[in-house]
């Protein structure tokens, strides 16, 4: 048994066989195969083994005739591999003792051996384990040709292993199939485990070297409430987790009775408690764990995942659909946050070298204008079927804001011409997402009808930490004080100019904070569909004067480790059950 702590990003356990995806996404099974198979199966592990060799003997001269003799011997590190009797006669023990099928001996054996290259103190050595990898994905590339099985093809539970998946793989993942998922990368606030939260799939991250540490069929148990994965556990641990698990799960149920109760303080004061979405279904979830709206309508899943634009008529449904889910409740629809970590078919054509600063979300509309207008079209529309708000993304200043609201214009004039009905009164607002418009909030408050602060960017531009990088997570925290600073400016503005206040990133989902949020006066708490409950909780826990006392000593602090330390204190006594 083995056990590694990564970083937790979605709630919930599962215990179940793991498959693991290479990075091109291809499963390797633990297949096993007839004894009759063995010679048939060794021999096409030797052709794989002569095709690989052949290809990385090709790719050394190409290399070294194009940029010199020195540059192509790196392939003599795989070259070496892949005749080395050791580890050829390792591989075909297990086809032939074992009865394996020659992908997963590949995979076994290999990924062993990049475990031992990792361990290595030797930095020269450690950095071979690239190599084993390359060498691993070509064996099996010339093993399984076009046979890959895919994802999609589970008919058991499985826990997925994986170097990273994207948002849009996680989005289309069979919640029926796929208990958990744990990677090697990731942070805490990536879209990926934003979706797979959403989706309410426990997922551990940032576990640097889980797809070299589990093989395929390995038992395994996510822990997505401690961030731990469990390899190979012994009978008295899954006894633990099974224990663990039951806990969870009552708590889940007790919290469920709150679903009908409202967000109001101890004093009475109420909070709008709202969910995030990024499918219209989600819209569901949200009602059955106690949202009173939506706060954040995450439109770019429109795109994800296909070769085409959506039509006026797509986003129209998609919208169509979610406001009639909701039954008269407010919706807040975020045009569209394409690019950095959301790609569309339209990214292809850009290579940026730092996307998160590059042309995202609102730029990428403004130079996309034909598309913003289609999806201006359609949220007007919808907006005839109920309550519904337009929020601009990563507005940076004025003039991206003045431009939207032109082309906004524009388009009701259109529809106006053609007769179409909207809701002439749509309030529209812009997330708070960079601290530059966090700054000038005081001058935006005059041209907007609502802020929403988006905290998972808004943490990652002011601390400069890249919210999707595991190697830089320890930075990453809303509870800086700088980011707290930028925060109470924000309130402070929006108050004083009458202006609603949200907060839609995922710091106003963790209950930490909710105490702070309330007391600078924030007037909607939109958050992740699965913490929504967890997050009532935490308001009816306290009273206003409460959030305002911890507030006031929060601004104290010139650490995030003294605010983060005090509020988990605070946590602590407010809400005991959570931390049981
Ligand atoms: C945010 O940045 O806090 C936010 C809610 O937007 P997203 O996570 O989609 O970037
Ligand atoms: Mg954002």
Same mark, same amino acid.
């Given at each position: 048994?083995?056990?590694?702590?990564?970083?937790?990003?979605?709630?919930?356990?599962?215990?179940?066989?793991?498959?693991?995806?290479?990075?091109?996404?291809?499963?390797?099974?633990?297949?096993?195969?007839?004894?009759?198979? #063995?010679?048939?199966?060794?021999?096409?592990?030797?052709?794989?083994?002569?095709?690989?060799?052949?290809? /990385?003997?090709?790719?050394?001269?190409?290399?070294?005739?194009?940029?010199?003799?020195?540059?192509?011997?790196?392939?003599?590190?795989?070259?070496?591999?892949?005749?080395?009797?050791?580890?050829?006669?390792?591989?075909?023990?297990?086809?032939? =003792?074992?009865?394996?099928?020659?992908?997963?001996?590949?995979?076994?054996?290999?990924?062993?051996?990049?475990?031992?290259?990792?361990?290595?103190?030797?930095?020269?050595?450690?950095?071979? #384990?690239?190599? /084993?990898?390359?060498?691993?994905?070509?064996?099996?590339?010339?093993?399984?040709?076009?046979?890959?099985?895919?994802?999609?093809?589970?008919?058991?539970?499985?826990?997925?292993?994986?170097?990273?998946?994207?948002?849009?793989?996680?989005?289309?993942?069979?919640?029926?199939?796929?208990?958990?998922?744990?990677?090697?990368?990731?942070?805490?606030?990536?879209?990926?485990?934003?979706?797979?939260?959403?989706?309410?799939?426990?997922?551990?991250?940032?576990?640097?070297?889980?797809?070299?540490?589990?093989?395929?069929?390995?038992?395994?148990?996510? $822990?997505?409430?401690?961030?731990?994965?469990?390899?190979? %556990?012994?009978?008295?641990?899954?006894?633990?987790?099974?224990?663990?698990?039951?806990?969870?799960?009552?708590?889940?149920?007790?919290?469920?009775?709150?679903?009908?109760? %409202?967000?109001?303080?101890?004093?009475?004061?109420?909070?709008?408690?709202?969910?995030?979405?990024?499918?219209?279904?989600?819209?569901?979830?949200?009602?059955?764990?106690?949202?009173?709206?939506?706060?954040?309508?995450?439109?770019?899943?429109?795109?994800?995942?296909?070769?085409?634009?959506?039509?006026?008529?797509?986003?129209?449904?998609?919208?169509?659909?979610?406001?009639?889910?909701?039954?008269?409740?407010?919706?807040?629809?975020?045009?569209?946050?394409?690019?950095?970590?959301?790609?569309?078919?339209?990214?292809?054509?850009?290579?940026?070298?730092?996307?998160?600063?590059?042309?995202?979300?609102?730029?990428?509309?403004?130079?996309?204008?034909?598309?913003?207008?289609?999806?201006? =079209?359609?949220?007007?529309?919808?907006?005839?079927?109920?309550?519904?708000?337009?929020?601009?993304?990563?507005?940076?200043?004025?003039?991206?804001?003045?431009?939207?609201?032109?082309?906004?214009?524009? #388009?009701?004039?259109?529809?106006?011409?053609?007769?179409?009905?909207?809701?002439?009164?749509?309030?529209?607002?812009?997330?708070?997402?960079?601290?530059?418009?966090?700054?000038?909030?005081?001058?935006?408050?005059?041209?907007? $009808?609502?802020?929403?602060?988006?905290?998972?960017?808004?943490?990652?531009?002011?601390?400069?930490?890249?919210?999707?990088?595991?190697?830089?997570?320890?930075?990453?925290?809303?509870?800086?004080?700088? /980011?707290?600073?930028?925060?109470?400016?924000?309130?402070?503005?929006?108050?004083?100019?009458?202006?609603?206040?949200?907060?839609?990133?995922?710091?106003?989902?963790? %209950?930490?904070?909710?105490?702070?949020?309330?007391?600078?006066?924030?007037? #909607?708490?939109?958050?992740?569909?699965?913490?929504?409950?967890?997050?009532?909780?935490?308001?009816?826990?306290?009273?206003?004067?409460?959030?305002?006392?911890?507030?006031?000593?929060?601004?104290?602090? $010139?650490?995030? =480790?003294?605010?983060?330390?005090?509020?988990?204190?605070?946590?602590?006594?407010?809400?005991?059950?959570?931390?049981?």
């Amino acid at each position: 048994m083995e056990i590694r702590k990564g970083i937790a990003v979605s709630p919930g356990m599962a215990i179940a066989p793991a498959i693991v995806l290479d990075s091109e996404q291809f499963r390797i099974p633990r297949r096993s195969i007839e004894p009759s198979e #063995v010679a048939a199966e060794l021999a096409r592990f030797q052709q794989a083994v002569e095709r690989a060799q052949a290809e /990385v003997r090709d790719l050394r001269e190409r290399v070294s005739a194009d940029v010199g003799e020195k540059l192509g011997a790196i392939f003599d590190v795989q070259d070496a591999l892949l005749t080395d009797a050791h580890v050829l006669s390792e591989i075909r023990e297990l086809v032939e =003792r074992e009865h394996y099928a020659p992908e997963y001996a590949v995979s076994t054996i290999l990924r062993n051996y990049a475990k031992k290259f990792l361990a290595l103190p030797n930095r020269y050595m450690a950095e071979r #384990v690239s190599d /084993v990898y390359d060498v691993e994905k070509r064996l099996l590339r010339n093993l399984i040709g076009a046979k890959r099985e895919s994802i999609g093809t589970l008919t058991e539970p499985v826990i997925i292993i994986a170097h990273d998946l994207t948002p849009s793989q996680t989005a289309s993942l069979d919640r029926s199939k796929i208990l958990a998922f744990a990677t090697d990368i990731g942070g805490r606030t990536s879209h990926t485990t934003i979706v797979a939260r959403a989706m309410g799939i426990p997922a551990v991250v940032g576990l640097k070297t889980i797809t070299a540490d589990v093989s395929g069929g390995d038992s395994v148990i996510v $822990d997505g409430n401690r961030g731990l994965v469990i390899m190979n %556990p012994d009978e008295p641990t899954i006894a633990r987790f099974r224990e663990a698990d039951l806990r969870f799960r009552r708590m889940e149920l007790e919290l469920g009775d709150l679903r009908d109760s %409202p967000a109001v303080t101890l004093d009475g004061h109420e909070t709008k408690l709202w969910g995030n979405i990024e499918f219209p279904h989600d819209v569901e979830t949200c009602l059955a764990r106690g949202a009173s709206g939506v706060g954040l309508y995450r439109t770019e899943f429109l795109y994800l995942d296909r070769e085409d634009d959506p039509t006026e008529e797509d986003h129209f449904q998609a919208y169509a659909e979610a406001i009639s889910l909701l039954k008269g409740r407010p919706i807040t629809i975020r045009t569209c946050d394409l690019g950095a970590d959301k790609f569309t078919h339209l990214s292809g054509d850009y290579d940026e070298r730092n996307p998160f600063l590059g042309c995202r979300s609102i730029r990428f509309s403004l130079q996309h204008i034909g598309l913003f207008k289609t999806q201006l =079209r359609a949220i007007l529309r919808a907006s005839a079927l109920g309550p519904t708000r337009i929020m601009f993304p990563l507005i940076t200043n004025l003039k991206e804001l003045r431009q939207a609201k032109m082309l906004l214009a524009d #388009v009701r004039e259109d529809l106006e011409e053609e007769g179409l009905e909207f809701d002439p009164d749509i309030k529209v607002g812009i997330m708070i997402e960079v601290p530059s418009a966090a700054i000038m909030a005081r001058n935006f408050a005059r041209e907007c $009808d609502f802020f929403s602060i988006g905290t998972n960017d808004l943490t990652q531009y002011t601390l400069a930490v890249d919210r999707s990088n595991e190697r830089v997570a320890s930075y990453y925290t809303p509870g800086h004080p700088a /980011v707290l600073r930028l925060i109470r400016t924000v309130c402070e503005a929006a108050l004083d100019a009458g202006v609603e206040i949200a907060v839609c990133g995922e710091m106003a989902g963790e %209950p930490t904070y909710v105490p702070v949020l309330l007391g600078l006066g924030v007037h #909607v708490l939109s958050v992740s569909p699965a913490t929504l409950l967890e997050i009532k909780k935490m308001i009816r826990s306290l009273s206003m004067d409460q959030a305002r006392e911890v507030c006031d000593k929060v601004f104290q602090f $010139d650490s995030d =480790r003294e605010v983060d330390a005090y509020l988990a204190e605070i946590t602590r006594r407010l809400l005991p059950e959570l931390f049981a």
